[in-house]
């Protein structure tokens, strides 16, 4: 996901821009310079991935209280000016996919270092990430705890690796699977402790089973209908034409992991969905 196109300065401005509280609006002003420190706090950490030793007492509070902190991100979600700034970030990924599932849609902003903990992160841009309600119900509060329990940030982790892969399980009543599994050396075990944190944390297995079961069905009938006495290895490679297809767009598309897994079972391709739905 691209970062947001606007600094924290501009953003804390936008909030207090029509308030009455001078004094909040002069702190807030007069703070600009800590507003930016924090970033680039949060933005050397995220890049290293040490955000797991970020405390709160790392960043600076412009020596305001924890509500009224939480009172500027109301005021970002409820004013004319500030909530301009949070839409924008709703709209910014593209397309509209929760960047933390890949399939959900993005309605909401999660903070990633939570508000409750970080509150001088409450407005900061780079904290801010659009999301889909359902990641942000399941991430909720949780803090990491060491390098491998860092949720992936979107703005600062290029998923260009592949890492989602499914399994098909033959056995009475067959079933699916998704799983991690880097087979790319380059990655550092530290973002791979990551991926399967995150992946269990969101219970993306039992979601990405719910998303990919209209497309196996899809699947299955396309099968019957189109490839009917053929060799197996003739389902193998349409199927692996069609994860080439799902890959182009995104390398761990769930349509992409589902068929390269049945482009691999050799028990679908023999036959196993002519018994669709199993």
């Known amino acids: 996901v691209d970062p947001p196109p606007h600094q924290a300065d501009y953003v804390a401005r936008e909030c207090v821009a029509t308030i009455r509280d001078r004094n909040l609006r002069r702190r807030v002003k007069d703070g600009e310079s800590d507003l930016l420190n924090n970033s680039r706090i949060l933005t050397k950490a995220a890049s290293d991935e040490t955000t797991w030793r970020l405390f709160p007492n790392h960043f600076s509070d412009l020596e305001l209280r924890p509500e009224q902190w939480k009172w500027l991100y109301e005021r970002m979600l409820r004013s004319k000016r500030g909530r301009a700034v949070y839409d924008e970030l709703l709209v910014r990924p593209s397309p509209n996919r929760c960047p933390y599932c890949g399939f959900g849609y993005i309605s909401t902003i999660d903070h990633y270092l939570p508000k409750d903990s970080y509150y001088q992160l409450s407005i900061e841009p780079l904290n801010l990430i659009p999301c889909c309600a359902d990641c942000n119900h399941k991430k909720s509060n949780e803090q990491a705890s060491g390098p491998g329990s860092q949720y992936l940030h979107p703005y600062f982790v290029e998923e260009s690796f592949q890492w989602l892969v499914c399994k098909i399980d033959p056995n009475s009543p067959p079933a699916m699977s998704f799983e991690v599994a880097c087979h790319n050396t380059s990655i550092s075990s530290v973002l791979r402790e990551r991926l399967?944190?995150?992946?269990?944390?969101?219970?993306?297995?039992?979601?990405?089973?719910?998303?990919?079961?209209?497309?196996?069905?899809?699947?299955?009938?396309?099968?019957?209908?189109?490839?009917?006495?053929?060799?197996?290895?003739?389902?193998?490679?349409?199927?692996?034409?069609?994860?080439?297809?799902?890959?182009?767009?995104?390398?761990?598309?769930?349509g992409g992991a589902l068929c390269t897994g049945l482009a691999r079972s050799r028990w679908y391709c023999d036959g196993g969905y002519l018994g669709y739905p199993w």
């Open 196 to 254: 399967q944190h995150q992946f269990q944390a969101l219970k993306l297995n039992e979601r990405f089973i719910v998303q990919a079961g209209p497309l196996l069905n899809q699947l299955s009938v396309q099968l019957k209908r189109n490839f009917k006495n053929v060799p197996t290895s003739a389902v193998s490679d349409w199927l692996s034409e069609q994860a080439e297809t799902w890959r182009e767009s995104d390398p761990n598309s769930i």
